[in-house]
Every structure is written in structure tokens, then in C-alpha cells.
């Protein structure tokens, strides 16, 4: 599955767009930097029936 999901930084408010990487799982929580404000989010994805759901919050 080659796909993108996008959030919404909790910080800045831009919508920032990631590549989806299954190898970590179907159920992943991870932080990342937005590339906007360089403020640290905790990104929560899932993956059900090909669904992919991805939302942040701040860290």
C-alpha cells in the first residue's frame, strides 16, 4: 500500500502530508516534527479494511 494521510498540526494548525509506512503495524503512535512550526506531534495511525486514519496531537 502506497499511500499518503495528512493531520493537522496541534501547534500551527497547518495540514502537514506523510508517506504511510505498514511495516511498524497496522496500529502505530509515533512523534513527529512538523515541518512547519518544528513542533513536536504525537501521531496516531490505523488501518482498518484498507482505511487509513491518521490525527495528531500535540506533544
Known sequence: MDQEAEYTCGHCGETIVVPVDLSGGERQDYVEDCPVCCSPNLLHLRVEDD????????E
Open 51 to 58: 482505511q487509513v486514519d491518521l490525527w495528531a496531537e500535540p
